[in-house]
């Protein structure tokens, strides 16, 4: 609390000040004319940074109408005066070059902005959109100028997939490893939450920008700005087409039983003026995916020759096929000088059928979802005076999901091994719509922009669930399970089973847990924020920025939140005369997490509140019944199953001490511009995460008196009545240190590059949803954060090769995360099956007993005992992981020719004669490549092959950390399970979609 004092006082400091200096230069006001229209300046340049003179300028408002024409001078520089404070786009052409249109930009008065403008060869067909301030081949100390942000359009946004799940696990790579648990945020049109829209639609993407700003939430470190297009002046579109087949991918390591499949996807955007003062955006997506999803499990498999269950393994593909429709129409009114009205909807509709929750989910386990969602948006823009620019912003969401299981029968789960019966999520259908309200206004006066505003948000939530109300039988090992198979085959019953278990092994379940109660449910969270910002340029060479946040939320004693932030960019040894080369940009703030609608729903499901309509789960400790075929199978249900337990229902509460998680980050960085077309970042991050939430049990068994030891033979539970109760506890920590290095370089002409390296070092307790294996004392689970990997590379490149083929490298590759070493059984009886063994002397293995395994951590016992020394939270290493993704492609002008530049024969030394009146398309390139004449055409197709993980790295995820000692018959004594240490899928997201390693996609599209 005294750091936010302390950090107070120069926030109001700092106000103060600029304030007072804003009034003091208004008393020395310049002419009105000059007061109240901006100016915009820069150059225009072609790919290897040579200026293009005479080129013509024109500055149109956000719907297409011109409002200025100039002309570059002989070195290349334009200047645009005398604007008004508004929203802009700025237009440039070239013949022999491609078209360039800047996204909308918002000018204040007496504002001097810098737009450098690079054009790339008509041939090259992709456009390339640089500002100063955006592209990373310049430093400033404008507050959103941070060189280890990105801006991707034109050129760069080709690099990325058009399949929209790619498309997000590019993005979520070219964020980088944000800082603690929470991950990033994508922001869509300036909305959070919602689906991505088509590449086509995406005007721009702007990654780690301004990482301090008083505007949002979250850090600005792993957020993603998506700005879809808006409407044109003129006629345009686009039509694409991808499509893939298992026979262009390679097998899975688990399984060569995979049926075929396929996918394909059709897309197409068109916009055009609708009237004088309209314009309009529409953009249209099918996907059809029918890929598989890989099971591999160890389980029990009636072997006739014996006439007994045995242990065997069941591997495959289950084909899982689902369909995705994105259709998106958009409106752009100017509704006067100073009005710009932007309307937009969105329809989302998802279908997909046999899906598996985890490799080791068998076919019986696949559930079917069905999900719409339909998206309501208007951005209103203001110009209230010549300094004042105001944005009012709403959106309304409308989600619809419906979930259907392949089978009703209890689950059956042996950890690690296999799950089998029915999904235990069963039927489940829910709609939940989301209000989101934004108004922000910009204040520009003299050196200073006054930034301020709300946003608000409201989630209201409506599920029907029977989830839980199937069952779950839970096995310690795959042995246990045989041996229940095998005596209930024999006519016993699970109490003579367990009777008859040899001493020291568990031969029946260890737990059967049920839900019962209501099945329909409501909730609504209301989150409400009010920021505001100064951003002051002191001097040309340092720029001071200070702000602060204040978040409420309903239905948590945690209502009133501030969250100062403060950062600086500082150019030393400049003087205000050529770019700056050197900036040293800084800042530190306060970033929380807010409560989410799910907790609020899992509250009002099980809140346990006797006054109250509420599910109930029901834990049963080594239950005397089972049955896979139904729990109203079972005779005399429940109390034939264990009369003792049947009342233990497990709660869901909020502690009535929760204060809302937050970060407190502190960055330092240097910015250097290393040549005209490269810059170099180095950035250190340092971050606290206080009050971050674990779901402990909070009526724990007593602990024996001096200690923190429990389980259930030391005492009882504070709450006698009651069982486990998982409550929300917001006192867990995590520290974390980041290195970053961040580099952008153009080399040539043809090759450029950017990318980055991040090191990261992390400790927590825990602290992000995790549950403690100790609910007394979060610090015996205090080491090394799951999260994290260590080192982490990220590099794209561009480069256009011989006859005009780019290619488009995405390498990505970093370092194992820890994961967890634990018992296979619960050994608190909290129902979190992450206790962890203790180091023992190697003298006790190997062993007879089932205590104590040898591994490869050393000799483990399994039930420690008060004084033991546990093995650290997060001890193993999962393996590393590499990708390379590859796009090739290849663009041909087609249609009426454009004017020509340059001189040589009109199509080069083939003339007209190879291409049947199309000419020769690669002698056009060749010439272009070479300085000489260029033919640019009104269209444009491309043909182009993505290839993802081009080299089929096998790319194992995260392995099995449960110990479950197994007897080794032919020594007679304890070792791990065969799958202790062992992966069983492929690691997910950009390194493998599961069925295949390498993957290769085939696209078209064509311009027009």
Request: charged share 15%; glycine share 10%; proline share 6%.
């Amino acid at each position: 609390m005294q750091i936010k004092r302390f950090f107070f006082v120069i926030f109001l400091s700092t106000c103060i000040l600029g304030f007072a200096s804003a009034k003091a230069r208004a008393q020395k006001a310049a002419p009105a004319h000059a007061a109240s229209t901006a100016t915009l300046e820069g150059y225009v340049a072609d790919p290897t940074g040579a200026r293009i003179p005479g080129t013509q300028i024109i500055v149109t408002n956000a719907l297409g109408v011109t409002v200025k024409k100039v002309y570059a001078d002989l070195k290349g520089n334009f200047t645009v005066t005398g604007l008004a404070a508004g929203k802009y786009i700025v237009e440039a052409q070239v013949p022999g070059f491609t078209f360039y249109t800047s996204p909308a930009f918002a000018l204040a008065a007496g504002q001097i902005k810098v737009a450098n403008i690079t054009l790339t060869l008509k041939v090259a067909q992709q456009q390339v959109h640089v500002h100063a301030t955006e592209s990373g081949l310049s430093v400033s100390t404008a507050p959103s100028a941070n060189t280890n942000s990105m801006v991707i359009t034109g050129k760069k946004l080709n690099t990325l997939s058009n399949d929209p799940s790619e498309l997000a696990n590019e993005l979520q790579a070219l964020a980088g490893p944000s800082a603690g648990p929470s991950g990033g945020q994508i922001y869509i049109d300036g909305f959070t939450g919602g689906q991505l829209p088509p590449k086509s639609a995406i005007e721009r993407i702007v990654v780690n920008q301004n990482p301090f700003s008083a505007k949002y939430s979250k850090l600005g470190y792993g957020r993603i700005e998506i700005l879809t297009k808006p409407g044109s002046a003129s006629f345009h579109g686009s039509m694409f087409v991808m499509g893939n087949d298992s026979a262009f991918n390679t097998l899975n390591p688990f399984t060569g039983a995979i049926p075929s499949y396929h996918s394909y996807m059709f897309n197409g955007t068109v916009s055009g003026p609708i009237a004088k003062n309209a314009s309009y955006f529409f953009s249209g997506q099918q996907r059809n995916l029918q890929n598989d999803d890989i099971y591999t499990a160890r389980t029990a498999v009636f072997d006739p020759t014996t006439n007994a269950y045995v242990e065997a393994t069941q591997a495959g593909g289950l084909l899982s096929p689902g369909t995705y429709t994105n259709i998106s129409p958009r409106i752009d009114l100017q509704l006067g000088q100073n009005n710009t009205l932007s309307l937009l909807y969105q329809y989302f509709r998802t279908n997909q059928t046999n899906s598996l929750a985890g490799s080791t989910s068998l076919p019986s386990q696949a559930h079917s979802a069905t999900s719409t969602e339909n998206i309501f948006e208007f951005d209103d823009t203001q110009i209230i005076n010549s300094n004042l620019v105001n944005e009012t912003r709403f959106e309304f969401r409308r989600a619809n999901s419906l979930e259907n299981p392949a089978s009703v029968t209890p689950s059956v789960v042996v950890p690690t091994f296999f799950t089998a019966g029915g999904d235990s999520a069963q039927h489940f259908s829910m709609y939940h719509n989301h209000y989101e309200f934004q108004d922000f206004a910009t204040l520009t006066a003299g050196h200073q922009t006054f930034n301020f505003g709300t946003w608000d948000f409201d989630d209201s939530e409506n599920i029907t669930t029977n989830g839980g109300f199937n069952g779950s039988f839970d096995f310690q090992s795959l042995n246990s399970y045989l041996d229940t198979l095998n005596g209930l085959a024999k006519g016993e019953t699970i109490s003579e089973i367990a009777a008859a278990c040899p001493s020291g092994q568990v031969c029946t379940p260890i737990k059967l847990d049920y839900t019962t109660g209501p099945e329909d449910f409501a909730g609504n969270v209301f989150t409400g924020a009010l920021f505001f910002e100064d951003d002051w340029q002191t001097t040309p060479n340092l720029t001071l920025s200070a702000g602060v946040r204040f978040e409420t939320q309903n239905h948590v004693p945690d209502h009133a939140d501030w969250a100062p932030r403060f950062d600086f960019a500082w150019a030393p040894g400049h003087k205000g005369a050529g770019p700056q080369k050197t900036v040293i940009r800084g800042g530190y703030g306060f970033f929380y997490r807010r409560f989410a609608v799910g907790q609020l729903m899992n509250l009002e499901q099980f809140n346990g509140n006797p006054n109250s309509l509420h599910q109930q789960q029901h834990v049963i400790d080594n239950p005397t019944c089972f049955s896979s075929t139904g729990l109203d199978s079972i005779p005399n249900f429940p109390s034939s199953c264990g009369a003792a337990t049947t009342g233990t229902s497990q709660i869901d509460s909020l502690s009535p001490t929760y204060r809302s998680p937050y970060t407190e980050m502190l960055a330092i960085g240097v910015e250097r511009q290393l040549t005209k077309n490269s810059t170099l970042t180095f950035t250190y991050l340092h971050s606290y995460g206080v009050h971050r939430l674990v779901t402990r049990d909070a009526n724990a068994y007593e602990p024996l008196p001096g200690t923190v030891f429990y389980n259930s033979t030391t005492g009882p539970r504070p709450n006698p009545n009651f069982g486990p109760i998982d409550q929300y506890y917001s006192e867990g920590i995590f520290k974390e240190n980041q290195i970053i290095v961040n580099f952008n370089a153009q080399l040539t002409r043809n090759f450029g590059f950017f990318g980055f390296y991040n090191y990261s070092v992390a400790n927590t307790d825990g602290g992000g949803g995790s549950n403690p294996s100790n609910s007394y004392d979060l610090m015996q689970d205090y080491g090394r954060a799951y999260w994290v990997h260590p080192q982490f590379v990220l590099l794209v490149g561009t480069y256009t090769g011989p006859f005009g083929i780019i290619f488009n490298p995405f390498l990505l590759a970093h370092q194992g995360h820890p994961y967890n070493i634990t018992t296979s059984t619960d050994l608190t009886g909290d129902n979190f099956f992450n206790d962890r063994p203790a180091y023992a002397s190697s003298s006790f293995c190997p062993s007879t007993s089932s205590t104590y395994v040898a591994t490869s951590f050393g000799c483990l016992n399994v039930n420690p005992q008060p004084g033991d020394t546990l093995v650290p939270i997060d001890l193993g290493n999962s393996p590393s992981s590499v990708a390379m993704n590859l796009r090739v492609s290849r663009a041909f002008g087609v249609g009426p020719k454009g004017p020509s530049v340059g001189g040589g024969p009109p199509m080069g030394p083939h003339g007209r004669g190879g291409f049947h009146g199309f000419g020769n398309p690669f002698s056009g390139l060749r010439h272009a490549i070479n300085g000489h004449h260029e033919i640019s055409r009104k269209y444009t197709l491309t043909f182009s092959a993505h290839l993802l993980n081009l080299f089929n790295d096998i790319n194992y995820g995260t392995p099995s950390g449960s110990i479950i000692p197994t007897l080794d018959t032919s020594t007679g004594t304890y070792v791990p399970d065969t799958r202790f240490e062992e992966s069983t899928n492929l690691a997910g997201g950009i390194f493998s979609n599961g069925s295949s390693a390498r993957r290769i996609y085939l696209h078209a599209s064509f311009v027009f």
